[in-house]
């Protein structure tokens, strides 16, 4: 029998999952919402009441009535493989994958292209590094951006424009994702007043994105490059000045957000 235990997942996963459980008040928190079903397993529920009134009864015999080791949900009755990785499924999901299925679910219609550029670090001196050098981190974004329109627009001149228009522009970071989720979704709102979703609407998955990860130590910051030309570098379409990107702590990875909405032709 699989247990949680038994399965080697990453410390963010890890870390998320505790969470998860620990700041759950009843079994409500736990059977509702957040955790889905894993399509690849089959299709059914994850939790129950009696199995997730079990796991808050094994949460309570723990010191400090919290979970901090994934051994500790071994051997839970009801509990076995499936629901184990239907929980994974549902906490394991990298955050800009959980907020670009977020925006398609609750916001955006068909007519809107978001695509994200995730940059994996690591090592994780290096990544601390990295974020906290603002000049190394530009550069880094510059190179990046360059990459991604070389990929996508078959220009070789796209590293030149990438650093042309990086230097035009500064980053605006808002360590808060309570503050960081309005400027987000004030960006996407620019866009379109008349876009068919509402500033609220997209404020609410905005925030929930980043605040993916509970604890500080794990943080996901936005950093607005303000006044950054997307259009022929990052986007065909038509599109909103500034580069939003979002650096993660808690996967050590750092994402850049491009979005375009196609307007129909009458």
């Known amino acids: 029998m699989t247990t949680f235990s038994a399965i080697k997942l990453e410390k963010w996963i890890e870390n998320r999952i505790f969470s998860f459980f620990n700041q759950a008040n009843s079994y409500l928190d736990l059977t509702l919402g957040l955790l889905k079903d894993d399509p690849a397993n089959g299709h059914g529920y994850v939790l129950g009441q009696v199995v997730a009134e079990r796991i808050l009864e094994r949460r309570a015999s723990l010191p400090g009535n919290r979970f901090d080791q994934l051994s500790q949900f071994d051997h839970i009755h009801g509990l076995g493989e499936d629901k184990i990785r239907d929980i994974i499924y549902s906490l394991g999901m990298p955050a800009d994958e959980a907020f670009r299925n977020a925006m398609f679910e609750e916001v955006l219609s068909d007519e809107w292209r978001l695509d994200f550029h995730a940059i994996q670090v690591e090592d994780e001196g290096e990544f601390m590094s990295l974020v906290n050098d603002p000049e190394k981190f530009k550069r880094r974004i510059t190179r990046e951006v360059g990459m991604y329109a070389v990929k996508r627009f078959q220009d070789p001149t796209a590293p030149h424009k990438a650093r042309k228009r990086m230097a035009q522009s500064y980053a605006e970071c808002f360590p808060s994702g309570n503050i960081g989720s309005f400027a987000?979704?004030?960006?996407?709102?620019?866009?379109?007043?008349y876009a068919g979703f509402t500033f609220d609407q997209i404020q609410e998955v905005t925030e929930s994105y980043l605040n993916f990860f509970p604890f500080r130590d794990?943080?996901?910051?936005?950093?607005?490059?303000k006044g950054f030309q997307n259009q022929g570098l990052l986007s065909y379409e038509s599109t909103v000045t500034d580069l939003p990107v979002v650096v993660n702590f808690a996967e050590q990875r750092i994402t850049l957000w491009v979005a375009e909405r196609q307007v129909p032709c009458h």
């Not at 987000?184 to 007043?193: G, I």
């Not at 794990?218 to 490059?225: A, C, D, K, T, V």
């Open 184 to 193: 987000f979704a004030l960006w996407f709102f620019r866009f379109d007043l």
């Open 218 to 225: 794990n943080q996901i910051e936005l950093r607005l490059f």
